[in-house]
């Protein structure tokens, strides 16, 4: 099964992943590069909450 974060426009967490791995380091950045969150934005917190861990988790393994 695909891990879709956000319903309306099909993102999963894998895409959010590859965005931070692309430099997105902020929600903004994410959303410009999936459009994650830019139509009901259900999904806001639990992709910002993605997107912390895995800045984090970059920032360990530079
Ligand atoms: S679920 Fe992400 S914008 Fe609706």
């Given at each position: 099964?695909?891990?879709?974060?956000?319903?309306c426009n099909?993102?999963?967490?894998?895409?959010?992943e590859?965005?931070?791995?692309?430099?997105?380091?902020?929600?903004d950045?994410?959303?410009?590069?999936?459009?994650?969150?830019?139509?009901?934005?259900?999904?806001?917190?639990?992709?910002?909450?993605?997107?912390?861990?895995l800045?984090?988790?970059?920032?360990?393994t530079?």
């Open positions: 099964m695909k891990d879709i974060i956000c319903k099909n993102v999963s967490y894998h895409d959010i590859s965005a931070i791995k692309e430099g997105a380091t902020t929600y950045e994410v959303q410009d590069m999936t459009l994650c969150g830019t139509a009901c934005a259900n999904c806001e917190d639990t992709v910002k909450s993605i997107i912390e861990e800045v984090k988790t970059n920032r360990k530079e």
